[in-house]
């Protein structure tokens, strides 16, 4: 259920950046705007899991899953945030930086992808995934962190 409402909301923000060549600045800003506050309301679904899995006593793998979740969900905001900004920038700047965003943002699918796919007796280790996944959210925030302070947000 969480995957797909994941799912979902990816898939909303790549059909929305598909037609939004069609719309008006105005229209694309209101749509990316929309976008923002859907990722915010993932967020706190992702927050209210996290609180669900502290207090039914979850494994591990659960209470990290969940807690990565709520990681997951805040970059997504961030992201959907610098997509909003980057429709004021000019066409030389929004290329330069779409790039970036489009990787984040694939970082950020990736991470999604690697926590819903390790099962109780992997062939990997938990340790070793868990330092794995923890490395990525690290990176990606440092990225995030270094987008928001090269465009003073």
Do not use: P
């Not at 929305?16 to 008006?24: D, I, P, Q, W």
């Not at 669900?52 to 990565?68: I, L, V």
């Not at 690290?138 to 987008?147: F, R």
């Amino acid at each position: 259920m969480k995957k797909s409402i994941g799912l979902l909301a990816v898939s909303l923000l790549l059909s929305g950046a598909v037609f939004t060549s069609c719309k008006s600045n105005a229209e694309k800003v209101e749509d990316a705007q929309e976008d923002v506050v859907d990722a915010k309301e993932n967020e706190m679904d992702a927050q209210q899991d996290l609180n669900e899995a502290k207090y039914e006593n979850a494994s591990d793998y659960e209470q990290f899953k969940a807690a990565t979740k709520v990681v997951i969900a805040e970059n997504e905001t961030r992201i959907a945030e610098f997509k909003v900004k980057l429709k004021a920038e000019t066409a030389e700047n929004k290329a330069k930086w779409q790039a970036k965003v489009d990787d984040l943002e694939k970082r950020n699918d990736q991470l999604e992808d690697d926590i819903d796919d390790f099962k109780d007796g992997a062939k990997e280790d938990w340790n070793a995934f868990k330092n794995r996944i923890e490395k990525s959210k690290n990176d990606i925030n440092a990225d995030i962190e270094q987008y928001k302070k090269d465009h003073n947000y």
